[in-house]
């Protein structure tokens, strides 16, 4: 079996919100797991992380985002490209999620990005996940 660390990542987070958890934790760390966090803090789909420990893998913690009636902000997340098989989209091909609404993170020589950035940047590149 393939160990897959970013399935991991959208499987706790995912079982999180479903379970009305305030924060999840996600270990191991990796410098991919931190920069997807990254971008959900800067899209607005969760609160924040902090690092709790950064000996041999590292953990950190996850604060899930939800509404004033407290329904999650994210309703969704879906592992596009796996180790299993891979996906690629050209500049052209890049997807719209829920026309807009969501965002798809992809991974390009330009480092990782979400889906508005690659084509405001003409790139494309392996399509890992798409989050709404």
Known sequence: MIYDPIAD????IRNGVRARHESVIIEPLSKMKLR???I???EGFIEG???LSEERGGKC??????DEEGNPVIEDLQRVSKPSRRVYVGKNEVPW?????GIAIISTS??????REARR?????ELLLMVW
Not at 9 to 12: A, I, K, Y
């Open 9 to 12: 990542l959208l499987t706790r």
């Open 36 to 38: 997807i966090l990254d």
């Open 40 to 42: 959900l803090k800067k």
């Open 49 to 51: 992380y902090e690092i």
């Open 61 to 66: 913690r996850v604060y899930l985002k939800y």
């Open 97 to 101: 999620v829920r026309n807009g609404l």
């Open 110 to 115: 330009q480092g990782l990005m979400t889906d």
């Open 121 to 125: 940047r003409g790139v494309g590149g």
